[in-house]
Each structure stands twice: as C-alpha cells, then as structure tokens.
C-alpha cells in the first residue's frame, strides 16, 4: 500500500492549530472561549426510520485500509480510539481492499461486536451472484447480520432495491442504503431516494463541495432518509488550503480547537446530517475527528461565516 499523502498535511495543521490555540487564549482583548472538554459525550441522532440513536462520528476505511501488510497496530488503535470516545460506525466495502477482513478480524479482537454498527456495500447487484457477494462480506465482518447494506455508487434511476429489502426482510442486514461520491450521478441517486425511500444514503459532502445541499440532502430530510457524509475532509485538499494558517479564535466558540474539527462540525451544523464518516488509519486523527463530535454544532450564521473564511483561504 502507497504511503498515505494525507497523514503528514494534517499532522502540521494540527500542530499548528493547537499551537494557535495557547496563542488565543492568553491575548488580551479577545473574547475568552473555551474548547469543548474531552470528557464531554459524543453527540448522537437518530435514524429517522426507527429512532436509533448513534454517533455523528464514525469511521471510514476507503484509503490506509486496503492492505493487510500495512501497520495493524495503528488501525486496532483506531477501532480502540473509536469504541473508547463513543463511535460505532465502521464503513467499509468489499472493493477497499483488505479493509473488511481487516475491520472484521480487529472488532472480533476488540470483543466490542455488539456495539459497533459495521456498514458494508454491494456492487454486483444481481440475484444470481448478489447472495454470494454477501456471504463473502459476511465471512470478512466475522459477523451474521450486516448493520447497513449499501448498494454502491448508484448510477441508474430505474434502480430498484428489491432485493437488499429481501435481505433486511430475513434478517441479514437491519438496514438498507445507497451510496455515490460522483456528481454525475445525484440526479439518479435521488431518483433512487424518492422512489425507494431507503434507510440510508451515504455521500460525499464538505465544506468545499456543497453540491450536494442543492437537492440530495433537502430530498433526504423530506423522506426521512438517514445521512451519512464519505469525504469529509475532501481526499486531504481541506488541509492542504489551510496549512500554516491559524484557525480563528470565534471556531472556539462552538468548540472547534484544529481545523479538523472545523470542518466537521461545518457539517454537523446541518441536522440532515446523521453521522460523519471520516477515513483515517491514525489513531491520533481519529481522536480529533471524535471531538469533533462534542459541544454543540454551529448554528447556521456562524457556518456562512466558516464558508467565507475558508473561500478566502483558498
């Protein structure tokens, strides 16, 4: 597996984020804040359909998962990281490599299983070969019943999802979804959520691609749709942007002490918003986007003026 490009970025930003932070809190003149204690609990929100509670902080394993050569004692710390701060969405697929048999192996390690929600997806959406697709996902989770199945990056608007509800019927999953990060296909993929109504729709979203607030995100609010948010930190250009920059003292206000937290809460602050899933193999990052997920979310004013700030940085 290639080395991440995104670890070293965020590890500066982070530094220097928590290097302005002692700065703001001692210059006089300024309004005094405080970031959110570690202590505080994570925040949770329901599944529109049934009214579970769970995390708005969940784990992706898209990029620094795939490979089973790699540093398994980083990725056990994350799941350690996850489970110990309030987390329990892992999202993973059959096509990120070794990342579900990875996933699997780790949570059964952990003995956390009952209280992790594993998120996985389908893309050979056939009857004939769909229930093998399942039981391979299956054996790599090490678990007998998928917490969400997803169909994977949705391109028709004809597609119908007959049989993922024959699985959460029998019991196999307990809920279904669909999933794009390609622009080209929201006007399909909400076709797909208004006819099919799924649990779930995963997509990506950050506060430099607000595509999908036009229409995919009110289209879930209407229909009760939960929403997860893949590509949180956009593939490490969020970082990229605001490297050396200091993070401004008034991000303090709704908790946000990194740019990290900055820009998930950004997404937080839409109540559409059910969890935010960033990708990380490093068990330090994981602890910040945790926190990201305490204190309270920005109110609308202040999400326009994070919007500004970070078009001005650009």
């Not at 703001?24 to 202590?39: D, L, M, N, Y």
């Not at 003995?111 to 093998?132: C, H, I, N």
């Amino acid at each position: 597996m290639k080395h991440d490009p995104l670890r070293m970025p965020r590890r500066r930003v982070l530094a220097t984020g928590a290097a302005f932070g002692a700065i703001i809190r001692t210059t006089s003149g300024s309004r005094p804040v405080q970031a959110q204690p570690a202590a505080a609990p994570l925040l949770t929100r329901p599944v529109p359909r049934t009214s579970e509670a769970l995390p708005v902080i969940g784990l992706g394993t898209a990029r620094g998962w795939g490979s089973a050569n790699d540093d398994q004692g980083a990725r056990a710390a994350v799941v350690r990281a996850l489970i110990a701060g309030g987390g329990r969405i892992i999202d993973t697929a059959p096509s990120y490599g070794d990342a579900e048999r990875i996933v699997g192996d780790l949570v059964a390690a952990s003995g956390a299983r009952p209280s992790v929600f594993l998120a996985t997806k389908l893309e050979d959406y056939s009857r004939s070969s769909g229930p093998a697709v399942l039981r391979g996902s299956e054996q790599r989770l090490r678990t007998d019943k998928i917490d969400l199945m997803q169909l994977h990056n949705v391109s028709d608007p004809r597609q119908d999802l007959g049989m993922l509800r024959d699985w959460k019927a029998q019991g196999v999953c307990r809920y279904i979804g669909i999933t794009t990060t390609y622009h080209g296909d929201f006007d399909a993929v909400e076709a797909v959520l208004r006819r099919e109504k799924p649990d779930f729709i995963e997509i990506d979203y950050s506060i430099e691609d607000r595509e999908a607030e036009k229409r995919l995100i009110p289209a879930a609010a209407e229909f009760g749709v939960a929403l997860l948010t893949a590509e949180p930190l956009g593939r490490g250009r969020l970082f990229r942007a605001v490297q050396q920059k200091p993070l401004p003292d008034w991000a303090r206000e709704f908790g946000a002490a990194t740019w990290g937290q900055f820009f998930i809460k950004y997404l937080l602050g839409n109540p559409t918003v059910t969890a935010v899933i960033p990708g990380t193999a490093n068990p330090a990052h994981m602890e910040d986007n945790l926190a990201a997920g305490r204190g309270r979310p920005p109110d609308a004013a202040e999400r326009g003026k994070m919007v500004e700030l970070f078009a001005s940085l650009r």
